[in-house]
């Protein structure tokens, strides 16, 4: 794992412990994560992102002349607080969408790839997604 992203993680939860609610780190964790996990490198995600605001419309990243837009959960661990309710694309402005699925410790439990023609049809008509709705296409862990 890298170094910078498991000090980033250690000092979110030191937060959390401290003060009762974690700092809002699962976007940027899971685009790194979600660009790991299809083979980018550090170094090519980097550059990527340079230049890149956290308020880009319509995708995340680019790898490989592809544009991915990344959708994550974590769970706190607190009562009540399982996951239920998954983030919908709001606009199909990408290639890829990535769904992960984090632990507490925000360590990937599951994540899973969806084309945006298969995506588009499968959930343009449903207002409220749930995990299972995302768990049906390919899982990458």
């Keep these: 794992m890298n170094a910078l992203r498991q000090r980033l993680v250690e000092a979110a939860l030191a937060w959390e412990q401290a003060f009762g609610i974690a700092p809002s780190i699962t976007s940027a964790l899971s685009e790194f994560d979600a660009a790991m996990l299809i083979g980018c490198s550090t170094e090519e995600y980097s550059t990527s992102m340079c230049g890149a605001t956290t308020v880009q419309k319509g ?43 984090n632990n507490q410790q925000s360590q990937i439990q599951e994540a899973w790839l969806w084309k945006v023609g298969a995506y588009r049809a499968t959930f343009d008509f449903i207002k409220r997604l749930a995990p299972s709705q995302y768990r049906k296409d390919k899982r990458l862990v």
């Design 59 to 101: 995708h995340d990243f680019i790898f490989n002349s592809s544009r991915y837009q990344v959708k994550a959960n974590r769970p706190s661990g607190k009562p009540g607080s399982f996951v239920t309710l998954v983030p919908k694309a709001k606009n199909y402005e990408w290639d890829f969408l990535i769904w992960i699925l």
